[in-house]
């Protein structure tokens, strides 16, 4: 009962760890897209409150803390209410087993612990792609329930969208599945250990590059980020699917679609750039003598490939104008789509000749 | 018949490794970086700091007076009538005690219309109207731009602490011409 209760406790300790840093990075991903996406367009960004700004996201969170709740007339009660937590939930729900650091096992209490993940399932990717289709439950319904015509158009568009380009996303990991030959995330990500050839994007002989542009493109998309924001475009849609969402809910909807960046953000590093692996055998803090404090280091590089990615998007949104909707479709279906099967050929034949060579 | 349709455009083996490439969308990506590198805002943090104001800059009207506490104004409706948005009314009276000269009895200014053109300052014979570099005019109540004599003539105070002289008491040519013809020298009294 004891190591039940204690296990239970450190699972908690973790989740509450992990949602804490991923709140704290959704907060410092708003104020960090203002003042980057400003300082890309010779302007400043948010520099009142606090010095340069730098309080801005907590004057926002306060501020749709205490906005007026307002619910439409029309709208479905139960679906509108349910809808933004729909979209949250699935974006927070596939950190669990996203690997931030070393693969170690921890004591604790007469426990092994896996520190830097959640759960080690098998089938961990499978779970984050079947989750993130969920979310696009919330906003499809979202935009339906808001008894609104803008809402239910960026509702609808968002899942053409979501769908079109989730067939992608699946179909650029599949090389990786080839090549590591298992879904959990851990396992893929211990597969990259070493110099930086042995992550998925530059191996040798069948480098994943490729799908690593089709991953962070569709991505893009799923995400609903510019250039491919038709969901929200707020030229054509006001706001898209959340329209008609103030105070609390909207922030749910906010939270969850930076969430979901920052989920994205990690499973494109743990895949393609080698997770929390440093770019050189090992790590230098064991090099000098600190073998116990080498997770910091390689927390530091998954955190700092994650952040990359993450700028990529920002990158992306300051330079890219928005997609007509034809050209979204045609890009995913008939450009995307044809180069993530022509990958999963080509690596699974290179993987077949090395086998048998071997 | 039909007529042939035109073959597909082909596309150059250059232009489809730039396609195939994101050529441009890297030029684009290129560029944002450089201005993320080379940040030079072009802001202004307006209420913190502010932009230096031209010479000539057209802001609030104002009332003035002369250097003895006077006010210029004689009343004379030219500014109602030269003012394109109707936002002067100049009530005129006679002076009390003085049937030869006439002053503005009463003197309003809608500030909510006015466009800051500057043709009643223009059409002023007297200059008893000025623009200052005041702009900062917002307010909560529309009716607190309906401006009437004293307030106009309080803008003007603060504004244009340098007062001329009265006008009997300048160069005799800027008596009689409003216009100050300096290289013409004054007649000897």
Redesign the interface.
């Known amino acids: 009962m004891t190591e039940l209760g204690l296990r239970f406790a450190i699972t908690l300790t973790q989740i509450s760890v992990i949602v804490g840093i991923v709140i704290v990075t959704v907060l410092l991903l708003t104020l960090a897209e203002r003042k980057?996406l400003?300082?890309?367009?010779?302007?400043?960004g948010p520099?009142e409150v606090g010095p340069y700004g730098s309080l801005q996201p907590f004057a926002d969170a306060i501020k749709l803390f205490f906005k007026e709740d307002i619910m439409p007339a029309g709208a479905n009660k139960f679906l509108f209410t349910a809808a933004p937590l729909l979209a949250l939930i699935p974006a927070f729900i596939g950190f669990a087993v996203i690997p931030w650091g070393p693969d170690e096992t921890w004591e604790i209490g007469g426990i092994a612990v896996k520190p830097f993940v959640i759960s080690d399932i098998n089938v961990g990717i499978l779970y984050i792609l079947a989750f993130a289709s969920l979310g696009a439950y919330g906003i499809i319904l979202g935009g339906w329930a808001s008894n609104s015509k803008y809402s239910l158009l960026g509702g609808l568009r968002s899942a053409a969208q979501i769908i079109s380009y989730e067939l992608n996303v699946g179909l650029s990991i599949v090389g990786i599945l080839i090549l590591s030959g298992s879904l959990s995330l851990v396992h893929i990500t211990n597969a990259q250990e070493g110099w930086f050839w042995n992550w998925y994007a530059f191996k040798p002989w069948a480098p994943q590059f490729i799908a690593l542009a089709v991953y962070v493109i569709s991505t893009v998309a799923e995400t609903n980020r510019v250039p491919f924001d038709l969901p929200e475009a707020e030229s054509e849609l006001v706001a898209g699917f959340f329209t008609e969402y103030s105070g609390l809910r909207f922030a749910f909807f906010y939270l969850a679609e930076y969430a979901n960046m920052v989920l994205v953000s990690c499973v494109a590093s743990a895949l393609f750039l080698g997770g929390w692996n440093a770019p050189y055998p090992g790590t230098l803090l064991s090099l000098i003598g600190f073998p116990s404090l080498a997770w910091i280091e390689n927390t530091m590089w998954f955190a700092f490939k994650t952040y990359s990615f993450l700028f990529l998007f920002f990158?992306?949104r300051?330079?890219?104008p928005r997609l007509r909707y034809d050209q979204l479709m045609r890009f995913g279906w008939k450009v995307l789509l044809p180069i993530a099967l022509a990958n999963i050929v080509i690596t699974s034949i290179i993987v077949f000749i090395q086998e048998q060579l071997k | 018949m039909t007529t042939p349709s035109a073959p597909p455009t082909r596309l150059k083996l250059r232009e489809w490794l730039k396609t195939i490439t994101f050529y441009e969308?890297a030029v684009?990506?290129k560029?944002?970086?450089m201005?993320?590198l080379n940040?030079?805002?072009?802001?202004l943090?307006y209420p913190h700091e502010k932009r230096t104001l031209p010479d000539n800059y057209r802001g609030m009207l104002a009332l003035l007076r002369y250097d003895d506490g006077t006010e210029k104004c004689v009343g004379c409706d030219l500014c109602e009538a030269a003012c394109p948005s109707r936002v002067i009314r100049v009530v005129s009276a006679e002076v009390p005690g003085e049937p030869t000269k006439r002053y503005s009895k009463e003197y309003y200014m809608d500030m909510t219309r006015c466009l800051f053109c500057g043709m009643c300052v223009d059409a002023c014979p007297v200059d008893a109207l000025g623009m200052t570099r005041e702009f900062e005019w917002a307010v909560y109540d529309k009716r607190q731009l309906h401006l009437n004599k004293q307030q106009l003539l309080a803008i003007g105070d603060r504004s244009f602490p340098v007062r001329e002289k009265r006008l009997e008491f300048q160069h005799p040519n800027t008596a009689f011409f409003n216009v100050a013809f300096t290289h013409v020298p004054p007649k000897p009294d």
């Open positions: 980057v400003g300082w890309m367009q010779d302007r400043m520099m990158w992306l300051a330079t890219l | 969308i684009g990506m560029a944002t970086l201005h993320l940040y030079k805002p072009i802001t943090q």
